[in-house]
């Protein structure tokens, strides 16, 4: 008998630490094949990333330039009159100014030192308000003080005759392109004046309109695109894994599916991997865009006024705080969560597979309690879970208000003093708001994380497990096989220290039937496993017409040595697929093999004959049906060597004379080991071999082994017998 492992109903499901490095390096490997789609996928988030960043940079160009439009005005006139008379009382420059003096040329060099650009109209500059701003506090106060910068505001124009009449006497400068008016003038003139003095900023209103709208449908575009490429690279990799882990799981020995149960593999290969695409499509971008986002918007804010940033940067500490306190909190609460959930469900699991004695022995109630007491855990968990993100939620917004509130107070100030303009102090509301979309974000994908993390090493702690046959054969068989089989000395353990077949000789000539019988455990069914490499010798060796089958390739053992099972699995496909196997057998082909197996009677009066499709395992026919299929499937493959373990057992008596007539034709010409426990499916056997404790006590024939009055006797005695009463 197979060696079992001690297993729970349920899997205890494993929390992962939160970010594993090693994990991550290889589910990264498994995106290798889709670097392109990757490559693309992070252009085309970079670019919608500098999209949005780039929306509130134009509203503010837009209020600032066109919607405002005020200009800040540097007479140099005063300049020199000033620098005049600090030259004739014998005064330094102010301590404050960068500049050596007030000269006009030290004006224009101190303009083009910040990068300002202006427009000189006479004995004046002119620059926008929001350049103007890149003077310092300090440099601005002096320019004021001593009347060369100007309190005022004044707006300038492309200078035409429709502009130079609508501007009237309040016209300043006769530069032959540009023109000026004390924006103070723009509240008396007439509409029409006004529209045709302002018809190249509502020219330009329509210019940024039509960019804004622009720029949202490549946000629009390069969004879809990064969505797109990420989730085709998160399903690829799916993809891949899935393969491998199948793959992986099809060559390995049954020792493997004795340490993982089917429904550990099932879950690797859906849930685990599952969350493994939401690291690709969820997280892993996200938290790129989220980063950049923040990032970009820190870099913005300082592009655009650095006091007014700096401001705001001083409040983003606490934030950085609750984030990272908010993580440990989170991780703590995700693993009490997956705890209890497993908890349940390995309750759930254990106990409904079980119901039958709950009812039997009436513990309904103790049941009720003891799933109570679970269920409440895994109520207090999520409330707990619930309770962190409950907290984590308002005191971000309460940070993101408190931000706001700072911006609005402080760029007040500025504003009043000159030190920031309407535009900017837009443009700063809205990235602060941008700015703390992602920090909710990132916190709200830190379980996905380490879900991910989870599904990752659970995927590969079954990777790691290699407890596949070794299929390094390289020899042929000669042709035709012949179908000898020579057991020499074979011992096998499943579990060490309980040996299940002990120095196991024994020869099946070519085209011989060999039955083997004995007690439950005395290794019958292990012989089965090791003619077919399911499992390999501990010691000793398997010979096929004189080859050790350790120097044969898998697929040429498994072609030449087929064996029918007791309990016959079907897959869910027609009768046809099912006799086929994936070779490429004509109709023809399969319904002789079913007519020769006794099968093709019943085969026929099914809904759609050949044709008519099979759930899994096929339960829609009987036990005897599958069976008679399966002896169809052998004879279609035409195997050399046929292995039939139990396939006669549990079967009816009319059933069983179809099978015995069957059994004629597929062991023909062919050389057969027979597993039995019903000695009457074996009196015709050219041999019986019996076995006890995994060793060969008696062979014969049945004629042979009765007389003898050894073990097969009584075995035969004790089962008639038995019946007979």
Request: charge should be negative; proline fraction near 4%; glycine fraction near 6%.
């Amino acid at each position: 008998m197979r060696g079992q492992h001690a297993q729970g109903p349920l899997e205890q499901e494993q929390v992962a630490k939160g970010y594993d490095p090693v994990v991550m390096r290889r589910i990264l490997g498994f995106a290798r094949p889709y670097k392109l789609a990757a490559i693309l996928a992070l252009l085309a988030l970079a670019i919608s990333t500098a999209g949005e960043l780039l929306l509130p940079v134009m509203l503010q160009r837009a209020v600032d330039e066109h919607l405002l439009a005020t200009h800040r005005r540097f007479d140099l006139e005063q300049a020199a009159e000033v620098e005049q008379q600090l030259r004739e009382e014998d005064r330094p420059p102010p301590a404050d100014f960068p500049a050596d003096s007030l000269h006009p040329d030290s004006i224009v060099a101190l303009l083009e030192a910040n990068q300002i650009t202006y427009v000189r109209l006479g004995e004046a500059l002119y620059a926008l308000e929001s350049e103007a701003q890149r003077l310092s506090g300090a440099e601005q106060e002096v320019l004021r003080e001593h009347g060369i910068l100007d309190h005022a505001g004044y707006y300038l124009f492309p200078l035409s005759e429709e502009t130079r009449e609508a501007a009237g006497d309040e016209l300043i400068g006769e530069n032959a392109e540009t023109g000026a008016v004390p924006t103070a003038v723009l509240e008396q003139l007439p509409e029409e004046d006004l529209r045709r003095l302002r018809s190249h900023d509502i020219d330009g209103v329509v210019r940024v309109s039509f960019l804004f709208l622009g720029v949202l449908v490549f946000v629009l575009i390069f969004t879809f695109a990064q969505t797109y490429l990420t989730a085709y690279v998160g399903q690829g990799v799916m993809k891949d894994l899935r393969m491998r882990l199948f793959d992986h799981t099809v060559h390995q020995a049954l020792r493997f599916l004795d340490h993982n149960p089917v429904g550990k593999i099932v879950t690797r290969l859906t849930n685990d991997v599952e969350t493994i695409n939401e690291l690709f499509t969820q997280v892993l971008v996200n938290l790129l865009k989220d980063v950049a986002i923040m990032i970009g918007v820190v870099i913005t804010l300082y592009l655009l006024n650095p006091r007014l940033a700096t401001v705001v940067v001083l409040t983003l500490p606490p934030v950085l705080v609750l984030t990272l306190v908010f993580r440990v909190r989170a991780r703590n609460a995700f693993r009490r969560v997956r705890h209890a959930v497993s908890n349940v469900n390995a309750f759930l699991s254990e106990h409904i597979s079980g119901m039958a004695i709950v009812q039997m022995f009436v513990k309904e109630e103790r049941t009720d309690r003891r799933f109570e007491r679970r269920n409440r855990e895994l109520l207090d968990a999520n409330l707990g879970e619930m309770y962190v993100f409950a907290t984590f939620r308002p005191l971000i917004d309460l940070l993101s208000t408190t931000s706001i509130a700072a911006v609005v107070f402080f760029g007040a100030r500025f504003y009043l003093d000159g030190l920031v303009t309407l535009g900017v102090l837009i443009a700063f509301l809205n990235l602060v708001r941008m700015f703390y979309r992602p920090v909710m974000d990132i916190a709200e994908k830190f379980n996905l994380l380490q879900s991910a993390m989870a599904g990752g090493e659970r995927v590969f702690s079954v990777l790691d497990q290699d407890d596949r046959v070794p299929d390094n054969g390289v020899q042929r068989l000669p042709r035709p096989v012949r179908g000898e089989l020579v057991f020499e000395h074979v011992s096998f353990q499943y579990v060490p220290g309980e040996p299940v077949l002990r120095d196991l000789s024994f020869h099946v000539k070519p085209g011989e039937t060999v039955a083997i019988v004995g007690f439950t455990g005395a290794g019958k069914t292990t012989i089965a496993n090791l003619l077919t490499r399911l499992w390999d010798v501990d010691e000793g060796r398997i010979l096929l017409d004189g080859i050790d089958i350790r120097d044969l390739p898998l697929s040429e053992l498994r072609s030449a040595i087929q064996p029918i099972q007791q309990d016959v699995f079907l897959f869910d496909d027609t009768v046809a697929e099912n006799i086929r196997l994936g070779k490429p057998f004509s109709d023809d082909q399969v319904v002789e093999a079913a007519r020769t197996a006794q099968a093709s009677e019943f085969i026929e009066r099914l809904p759609h004959g050949y044709y008519t499709p099979l759930n899994e395992g096929a339960t829609v026919i009987s036990t005897g049906q599958r069976q008679l299929i399966a002896f169809a499937r052998v004879l279609a493959h035409d195997p050399p060597v046929l292995i039939m373990d139990e396939a006669t057992a549990n079967i009816d008596t009319e059933t069983e004379v179809l099978i015995q007539q069957a059994l004629k034709h597929v062991l023909a010409g062919r050389s057969a080991v027979v597993i039995a426990h019903r000695l009457s499916t074996i009196k015709h056997a050219d041999r019986i071999l019996v076995l006890a404790h995994g060793e060969l006590v008696e062979q014969g024939t049945h004629w042979e082994l009765l007389q003898n009055s050894g073990l097969y006797s009584t075995l035969y005695k004790f089962q008639y017998e038995g019946l007979e009463r």
